[in-house]
Structure formats: C-alpha cells, structure tokens
Antibody
Framework: QLQLQESGPGLVKPSETLSLTCTVSGGSVSSSNYYWGWIRQPPGKGLEWIGSIYYTGSTYHNPSLKSRVTLSVDTSKSQFSLKLSSVTAADTAVYYC?????????????WGQGILVTVSS | DIVMTQSPDSLAVSLGERATIHCKSSQSVLYSSNNKNYLAWYQQKPGQPPKLLFYWASTRESGVPDRFSASGSGTDFTLTISSLQAEDVAVYYCQQYYTTPIFTFGPGTKVNVK
C-alpha cells in the first residue's frame, strides 16, 4: 500500500525558503505511471494545488506560485521535494504531498498526513 | 486556467435530511473523445487529508456509503448526501483534472448539522 510522508521544518522565517520532502513507500517515484504532487491548505481555508513532478523531472506549477516553486525528485531515495522561495505569512499552511491515480486519471487517492509550516520571525 | 466554484459556501442540514452541493467549472471538463467528465469530489474532516469520494464525476470510490451520490456533466456538477449522518459533517471539495497534470480545486462547501 502506498504511503506518503512529508518532512521538513515547521517554522520558516519570512523571505527565506521553505523546503519539504515527501518520502514514498510502497510505490516507486521512478514509475512512468504517475505524477507526484504538492497541495497546500492555509488554516481554515481551501485546497491549493502547488505543482506536480514526473519521474523524468518534468514539472508543472500553479501559475500563481510558479516563479517561487522548485520541484525535484530523487529516485535513489524514493523522495520528491518542494522548495518555495521568498515566503511570507500567506504561505503558512498545511502542506500535503499526494499522488493521482495515474498520469491520465488525475484524481488523488493517496495523500500524506500533511505538515504544518508556519512562516514567522 | 479552469476555475472551479462551489455553492453554497456552507449549509446546515438536519440529520436524515438531504444535502446538496454544487460545483461549476469555468469551462467544460467533458472530454469528447471518451465522453468522460474529469471531475472528482473529496470529503475533508478536521485534521485529516482529503478523502476521495467520486471520480469521473459520478463513479463512487470503494467504501463510500451509497447515501452519497454525484452527477453532472460539462460545467455543472452536484454532490448529494441523501440522508445526512453526523459523520458526514465535513468540508467537501470538487477538483478538475481535465488539465492533468495541472489541477484546480473548488473553494469548498462546509456541511454542518442543523
């Protein structure tokens, strides 16, 4: 059974870079069948897709965040990562890593538990 | 970009009564070549990640109670809870995947017990 686990600092200072990693078990990040994604949720608000990455390294971003987002995948560690630069308080959110059912079936059936990242000095 | 909207923002329904949530996409998510609507519904309870309820607009995920149903096509979609139970209190989201691997979610509808 696929398991996703987010990890990283829970507190980031304004203007710095938020860095999170998602560790995948029970599945392979190097599979050609899947994209791997990041989704966030500010406290009390809705879901926002951040971006997706394919095992080849091809990336897709939310246009509202694109210039600040860097996605990467490390197949040797079975991990994929998110970096969000120049953070502000508006980036405070629970960050989820998630995987759609397939590269064609883009609904998410696998989610990490989420990690709360607070942007504050 | 496809923008998703939902209505109402919140609703309160008596236990055993029907709850209906609407989702609208700014452009059609019906793919003509396979006649499938690229629309999913999720349920999210506090402190938990979203749980997939429906995909292809009306296909129920395994384990989802049959008091939940979903319908719609093109740009207009509906999620219905036929007889609200206490455990259905949650926020419900729609999501389009017509533009996979680029996705958008609706803003959510909060369902409470009246």
């Amino acid at each position: 059974q696929l398991q996703l686990q987010e990890s990283g600092p829970g507190l980031v200072k304004p203007s710095e870079t938020l860095s999170l990693t998602c560790t995948v078990s029970g599945g392979s990040v190097s599979s050609s069948n899947y994209y791997w994604g990041w989704i966030r949720q500010p406290p009390g608000k809705g879901l926002e897709w951040i971006g997706s990455i394919y095992y080849t390294g091809s990336t897709y971003h939310n246009p509202s965040l694109k210039s600040r987002v860097t996605l990467s995948v490390d197949t040797s560690k079975s991990q994929f990562s998110l970096k969000l630069s120049s953070v502000t308080a508006a980036d405070t959110a629970v960050y989820y890593c998630a995987r759609p059912v397939s590269i064609v079936e883009g609904y998410f059936d696998s989610w990490g538990q989420g990690i709360l990242v607070t942007v504050s000095s | 970009d496809i923008v998703m909207t939902q209505s109402p923002d919140s609703l309160a329904v008596s236990l055993g009564e029907r709850a209906t949530i609407h989702c609208k996409s700014s452009q059609s998510v019906l793919y003509s070549s396979n006649n499938k609507n690229y629309l999913a519904w999720y349920q999210q309870k506090p402190g938990q990640p979203p749980k997939l309820l429906f995909y292809w607009a009306s296909t129920r995920e395994s384990g989802v109670p049959d008091r939940f149903s979903a319908s719609g096509s093109g740009t207009d979609f509906t999620l219905t809870i036929s007889s609200l139970q206490a455990e259905d209190v949650a926020v419900y989201y729609c999501q389009q995947y017509y533009t996979t691997p680029i996705f958008t979610f609706g803003p959510g509808t909060k369902v409470n017990v009246k």
